[in-house]
């Protein structure tokens, strides 16, 4: 939880250790528990059947893939608690919403449905390669200063042939909308900040979300051309106006900024 203070911050994790347990809707407590044993693990979860062992998960390991082949989410409404919890912020108390795409990497899951081509670098004498997987779309909130705290708010997995800048928009509307309606953004507060790197199009996610109170602020790639508007038509030419002026790159942007 965001450091609020030691009562405040206690009195949340209990809330929303309560939503989450109403949000399980199957076989609650053996999934409750697994996700305990998942948390307080040391390192990284490398095996199922050793998180039985933990303290924190007091079932057998029968009951734990039962849990995870039986047990149902009520996803909304782990949305919801999520969002009704305190949130980290800018300086300026601004709300700052990051969106990016990490992978889960499934190369020798041959069987696993909806597997996508992810790019990855650098795992193999820094090339680009394209590994089999899974990518999820994360919109997290974020804070100023030297941390590397962030609260993740929605999460979702992208299916083979979805158009990311689309399903990026409607998870940002989501995540929006939900802020707004549980009192984190006020009319007359600043614009919700979103950012995001240069695999998105940072024009059409703007336009995308012009109804909301958001500004979109998106890192331009490096090969990125622009246009200057079309100039006035010369007297006395033949055919079609131009719809396009001169062109103009990144270079010259940060040369004349």
Known sequence: MHDLGAGSVSGEL??????????????????????????????????????????????????????????????????????AGPLPRAADGRLVLAVDITCWFRPEAHTAPDRVMCHAYGRNRNQHLAIPGWPYSVVAALETGRSSW??????????????????????????????IARGHWQPGDREILIVADAGYDGPRLAFQLADLP???????????????????PTPHTVGRPRRHGSEFGRAQLDFAG
Request: with cysteine.
């Open 14 to 83: 209990v809330r929303f250790r309560h939503e989450f347990y109403r949000s399980l809707s199957r076989r609650a407590d053996a999934l409750f528990e697994l996700t305990d044993a998942v948390l307080c693990a040391e390192g990284p979860v490398r095996s199922l059947p050793e998180l039985s062992l933990l303290a924190e998960h007091r079932r057998s390991h029968g009951g734990l893939y039962a849990g995870l082949a039986h047990g149902r989410i009520d996803v909304d409404r782990l949305r919801d608690a999520i969002l």
């Open 150 to 179: 962030t609260a993740p708010l929605d999460i979702q997995r992208l299916v083979p042939g979805a158009d990311t800048a689309t399903v990026t928009a409607e998870q940002l509307r989501r995540v929006v909308t939900g802020l």
């Open 214 to 232: 958001v500004a979109a602020l998106v890192r331009m790639r490096s090969d990125r051309v622009l246009r200057r508007s079309a100039p006035p």
